[in-house]
C-alpha cells in the first residue's frame, strides 16, 4: 500500500488516525507482540518495548508537527524512531559529540543544548517524554545540520552589499541522509565545508584560544613610529610582542637592530602592508591589534566559508580578496597569478559586492559607457557649471549619436530628466584602460585596466566606483588566454595595437568568486589578516554573537 505524504494542512487528521489505529494494535497485541520481539531495551532510565507505544508515537507527531519536513519524514517512516532507541546508540552518540564541539567551529552550540538533551536522555519515565525528545533532538541536529553546512546567518541581512547565494540543503535531504548513512559520525563531519582552508581556522581558532588564556601577546606597543637604529623602551616593547606573536627569536637587545627590522618586515608582509621594515602608524596599529580582534577575524572567516560550502569553485577558478586587494587565479588548488588591484570606495553605494560568477570575455580596447549614476551625480552638476567639463567623455542621444554641447542646455536637466548618456572612447586615458574582463552581472562589477596606476602602490586600495582595478592587466589578460591560444602575448599585442575595441571569447568561461575575508591561512596553515576596510567583518560578528556564537573556543 503507497504511503501518503502529509502537508500541514491535514497533518493533524492523519496523526490522529494513526494514532486511533496504534492504540487498537498494541492493545490487541501486546501481551504477545513483546516477548516475540525480543521483550524490552533500556533507554536512559525506563525499559522501552520492543514495539512503538500510542505515547511516544503521538508526542513524536506533536513535536514534529510545526517542521513540515519534520512531520513528514516521521510520517513515512511510520514514527520509528531515530534517535532514542537502544538501536540508536551509535547514532545518538555521534549527535552529542557534534554538538559537544560545536562551538570550535565558531557555531552557537547553546541553541543545540546538547547537555540538556542528554540529560533528559538519562532521565527518561515515560514513553511521551521519550516521543518530544525524540522530535526534540531531530530539530536540534537540523538547527546544527543548517548552521555547519551553509551558516548560521543570512548574509545580506546584515549587510546588503554581500549579495552571495547561497545553496542550502534542505532539511527533508539532511534528516533522510542521516537516517540513511551507515556512519552517522562520519555523515555528521561530512557536513562541514570540505576546504583545508576551514579546518587550518579551526586549528588557528584553537592556537589563538591558548594565546589568550596564556596573557595574550603582551603590553601593546606605544608611540607612533619607530625606526631601524632607534633603542629604548618602546623598542623593548615592540620586541616583546613581537617575540611572543612569533616573529622574533628571544634576545635581550634594546635597539632596533637587523633582526628585528626583518621581523617586522615579514609581519609587514604578511598583513598586506608596505614591507619597509620600518614600525609606522599603521604598522604599530596592526601589531597592537588583541588577540580577541584577531579571533573576531577568524569567527567571520569560518560562517562565509560556510557560505561557499556547496559551491564549486571550479578546478580554475578566480579569486578576488576584496579585504586583500587582490585578484589571483587558482589552479588545482594553487596560485598561478596575482596582481594587486583597487576595489570599490568605503561609501554605500561605491563599495564592491561579494558573489560569484562566470568570466566569460574580454574587451580590449573598450569603450567606457558611463554608469547613469555616475553621469546624473558627478558628470551633470559639472556641465551645468562649464559645459565642456569633462571634455573626453562623447555626450550621446537615444540612439548613441554623438550631441554637439554647444547645443545642449544643462541647466534645464536635473538626474530624473536627463536624456543623455556618455561615452569615453578607446585611448589610453580611458578609466577602463586598455582591457576590461566581463562576467555579466545585475550589479554592473568587472574587472579591468586604469590609466591611475599609482594608487596600486598605496596600502589600502579602496578608490573605485565599485569595479575592480587589476594592477597587472596585461600579465592576468595573457593567463587567461594561456589555455586557448599558443602566443597569448602575441594574440593580445595584435588586437590591442589596432586601437580598436574588440571582444574576446574564453572558451572555457572560468568561475570568478569575489570574497571578503580579513583572516586567510597560508598554504603553510599560517594566519594572515587584513583589515575590515568596509566593516563587514564587525557586523557580520555582531550578528553571530547575537545568534548565540561564543568567543572562547572549547578545549575538547
Known amino acids: 500500500m503507497a504511503r501518503t505524504r502529509l502537508t500541514s494542512t491535514h497533518f493533524k487528521t492523519v496523526v490522529t488516525a494513526h494514532f486511533l489505529t496504534v492504540s487498537l494494535l ?95 536522555f538519562h532521565a527518561l519515565r515515560s514513553e511521551r517524554e521519550r516521543g518530544l525528545l525524540e522530535a526534540q533532538m531531530s530539530r536540534a541536529y537540523l538547527m546544527y545540520a543548517h548552521d555547519v553546512t551553509n551558516g548560521v546567518l543570512e548574509p545580506h541581512k546584515i549587510d546588503p552589499t554581500i549579495v552571495r547565494d547561497i545553496i542550502r540543503r534542505p532539511s527533508a535531504d539532511l534528516i533522510a541522509a ?137 578546478q580554475r577558478h578566480i579569486w578576488v580578496n576584496i579585504a586583500d586587494f587582490s585578484v589571483r587565479i587558482i589552479d588545482d588548488g594553487k596560485t598561478s597569478f596575482q596582481s594587486v588591484t583597487v576595489v570599490g570606495q ?32 558627478e558628470y551633470l552638476p559639472m556641465m551645468q557649471k562649464n559645459r565642456n567639463a569633462a571634455g573626453q567623455l562623447d555626450l550621446l542621444d537615444s540612439r548613441g549619436r554623438v550631441v554637439p554641447r554647444a547645443s545642449v542646455n544643462f541647466a534645464q536637466y536635473n538626474a530624473r530628466n536627463f536624456p543623455y548618456s556618455m561615452k569615453q572612447p ?23 585596466d586604469t590609466p591611475s596606476k599609482s594608487l596600486f602602490n598605496k596600502e589600502v586600495r579602496a578608490f573605485s566606483h565599485g569595479c575592480v582595478r587589476v594592477g597587472k592587466p596585461f600579465e592576468f589578460a595573457y593567463a587567461l588566454l594561456a589555455p586557448q591560444s599558443d602566443d597569448p602575448k602575441a594574440e593580445f599585442q595584435r588586437i590591442l595595437k589596432t586601437g580598436k575595441e574588440a571582444t574576446v571569447f574564453l572558451e572555457n568561461p572560468i568561475p570568478v568568486h569575489l570574497v571578503y575575508f580579513t583572516a586567510w591561512p597560508t598554504a603553510r596553515g599560517k594566519m594572515e589578516y587584513r583589515r575590515d576596510v568596509y566593516g563587514r567583518d564587525a557586523a557580520l560578528y555582531d550578528g553571530l554573537i547575537k545568534a548565540g556564537v561564543e568567543t572562547a573556543a572549547l578545549s575538547n
Request: no cysteine; hydrophobic share 40%; proline share 6%.
Open 26 to 120: 498494541v492493545s490487541a497485541t501486546a501481551a504477545v507482540a513483546q516477548p516475540e520481539m525480543g521483550g524490552q531495551v533500556s533507554v536512559g532510565a525506563m525499559s522501552v518495548p520492543a514495539v512503538l507505544l500510542p505515547g511516544f508515537v503521538q508526542a513524536v507527531a506533536e513535536g514534529a508537527a510545526s517542521d513540515d519536513a519534520l512531520a513528514d519524514f516521521y510520517a513515512q517512516r511510520d514514527y520509528a524512531p531515530l534517535w532514542t532507541s537502544g538501536a540508536d546508540t551509535a547514532r545518538r552518540a555521534a549527535l552529542f559529540r557534534a554538538l559537544d564541539v560545536a562551538a570550535s567551529q565558531g557555531l552557537p552550540s547553546a541553541r543545540y543544548d546538547a547537555a540538556g538533551l542528554r540529560a533528559q
Open 178 to 314: 542521516l537516517a540513511d548513512a551507515d556512519d552517522p559520525m562520519q555523515f555528521l563531519h561530512s557536513l562541514a565545508p570540505k576546504s583545508p582552508q576551514y579546518a587550518q581556522l579551526i586549528k588557528a581558532r584553537l592556537d589563538l584560544q591558548t594565546q589568550i588564556e596564556t596573557g595574550g601577546w603582551g603590553p601593546t606597543v606605544p608611540g607612533k613610529k619607530l625606526s631601524p637604529g632607534d633603542s629604548g623602551t618602546q623598542v623593548i616593547a615592540l620586541r616583546d610582542r613581537l617575540q611572543r606573536m612569533g616573529y622574533l627569536n628571544r634576545s635581550a637587545t634594546a635597539s632596533y637592530d637587523d633582526a628585528m627590522q626583518k621581523a617586522v618586515q615579514q609581519y609587514q608582509i604578511d598583513l598586506g602592508l608596505i614591507a619597509d621594515g620600518v614600525a609606522g602608524t599603521s604598522t604599530l596599529a596592526e601589531i597592537n591589534q588583541s588577540p580577541d580582534a584577531r579571533m573576531k577575524s577568524i569567527l567571520v572567516a569560518l560562517e562565509r566559508l560556510r557560505w561557499l560550502n556547496g559551491l564549486e569553485l571550479g
Open 346 to 377: 568605503d561609501v554605500p553605494d561605491r563599495r564592491t559586492p561579494e558573489f560569484s560568477d562566470t568570466m566569460e570575455k574580454m574587451v580590449i580596447n573598450p569603450s567606457w559607457y558611463v554608469p547613469r549614476s555616475i553621469v546624473t551625480k
Open 426 to 448: 578607446p585611448s589610453d586615458r580611458n578609466a577602463l584602460g586598455l582591457v576590461k574582463f566581463l562576467f555579466p552581472n545585475k550589479y554592473n562589477i568587472y574587472l579591468h
